[in-house]
C-alpha cells in the first residue's frame, strides 16, 4: 500500500484544497479562483515503510516515467485550446491567458450539472434552456476547429446564474484552422463523436441513466468505431427521445443541425 501527497511540479507539496481531480491534472482553490495544475504526487510510504528520498525524478534503471514534462504539456495544450476558443459565453473563462505559466486558472463555479442533478429535480423548462446552451456551444467549439472528445455532464458547470460552462479540454484536439470539420483525430473522435456524447449527456439529464458512448472498445483490434446501436439505451417514450436518438444514429451532420432542432422545442 502507497501513501502519498499532492505535489508541484517544484516538489512543494500541495497545500490549497483539492476540488476536482482529473486523469492529468488536480483543480485545486485558490481565493475566488479554481487553478489547473498537474497531478502529481511523491511516495511517502511503501507497505508502512517510509520512503526517505522524496525525489521526482525516478532513479536510473527504475523503469519509471518522469510525469511532469508530459502533465506540463498537456496542460499547456488544453491552455492553447483556451486562446483558440477565446471568451465565449457557454465555456468556462480562462483568466491567466496571456501567462506562460501552465496553470490554467478560472473562476470558481457553484456546481457541476451531474451533481446539480443528483441533488435536484429542475424542470422540463429548466433542462430544455440548459440544452440549447450546450448545444449552441458545442456548435461554436467545433466552428473553432476544436474536437472536444470527452463530452460529459460533470465536465458543464453552473454560473450564479445557472447558466451553463464548460471546462475541461484536457482530451480534446486542436484542427488546423483550415479544418472542413469532416473527419476525426487520431483517436477517432469527431465532430460526429462528440455529437453522440452530448445524446449521452442528453440521456442522463433527462432520464438520470448514465450510459457509455465508447468509441474504444475495440481499439486493441481494430481502431476507434462507432458504437452499435444495440450497445444504447432504448429512447422509446423519452423527452426529446427522437433528438438524442439522432445524435447516436449520426442523423446530424453538425452540432448546427443539433442546435437548430433543440431550438424548435418548448
Given at each position: 500500500m502507497f501513501v502519498v501527497e499532492r505535489v508541484h511540479p517544484d516538489g512543494a507539496k500541495v497545500t490549497d484544497e483539492i476540488i476536482g481531480i482529473g486523469q492529468t491534472g488536480i483543480v485545486i482553490k485558490q481565493g475566488e479562483h479554481a487553478v489547473k495544475i498537474p497531478r502529481l504526487t511523491r511516495i511517502l510510504e511503501i507497505d508502512g515503510v517510509p520512503v526517505?528520498?522524496?525525489?521526482?525524478?525516478?532513479?536510473?534503471?527504475?523503469?519509471?516515467?518522469?510525469?511532469?514534462p508530459i502533465f506540463i504539456q498537456t496542460l499547456q495544450k488544453e491552455k492553447a485550446i483556451y486562446r483558440r476558443l477565446s471568451n465565449h459565453s457557454g465555456i468556462i473563462q480562462c483568466l491567466n491567458l496571456s501567462s506562460d505559466h501552465y496553470s490554467i486558472q478560472m473562476p470558481l463555479m457553484q456546481s457541476d450539472l451531474k451533481n446539480y442533478l443528483?441533488?435536484?429535480?429542475?424542470?422540463?423548462?429548466?433542462?430544455?434552456?440548459?440544452?440549447?446552451?450546450?448545444?449552441?456551444?458545442?456548435?461554436?467549439?467545433?466552428?473553432?476547429?476544436?474536437?472536444?472528445?470527452?463530452?460529459?455532464?460533470?465536465?458543464?458547470m453552473l454560473d450564479d446564474q445557472m447558466n451553463t460552462k464548460l471546462i475541461d479540454f484536457s482530451e480534446s484536439t486542436l484542427m488546423p484552422l483550415d479544418w472542413d470539420l469532416q473527419g476525426a483525430d487520431e483517436w477517432g473522435f469527431s465532430v460526429l463523436t462528440d455529437i453522440g456524447q452530448f445524446g449521452v449527456a442528453m440521456l442522463e439529464m433527462i432520464t438520470g441513466q448514465?450510459?457509455?458512448?465508447?468509441?474504444?472498445?475495440?481499439?486493441?483490434?481494430?481502431?476507434?468505431?462507432?458504437?452499435?446501436?444495440?450497445?444504447?439505451?432504448s429512447t422509446n417514450g423519452v423527452w426529446l427521445g427522437h433528438i438524442i436518438e439522432k445524435?447516436?444514429?449520426?442523423?446530424?451532420?453538425?452540432?448546427?443541425?443539433?442546435?437548430?432542432?433543440?431550438?424548435?422545442?418548448?
Open positions: 526517505q528520498s522524496g525525489r521526482m525524478t525516478p532513479e536510473e534503471g527504475s523503469g519509471s516515467v518522469d510525469e511532469r443528483r441533488k435536484n429535480l429542475p424542470d422540463k423548462q429548466r433542462k430544455l434552456s440548459w440544452l440549447k446552451e450546450m448545444a449552441s456551444t458545442l456548435s461554436y467549439i467545433h466552428s473553432r476547429c476544436v474536437i472536444i472528445g470527452d463530452y460529459r455532464l460533470d465536465n458543464i448514465h450510459c457509455e458512448f465508447d468509441t474504444l472498445r475495440d481499439w486493441d483490434t481494430v481502431g476507434a468505431t462507432w458504437p452499435g446501436r444495440d450497445t444504447l439505451p445524435c447516436w444514429t449520426r442523423g446530424y451532420t453538425s452540432a448546427a443541425e443539433l442546435a437548430e432542432d433543440l431550438s424548435k422545442e418548448g
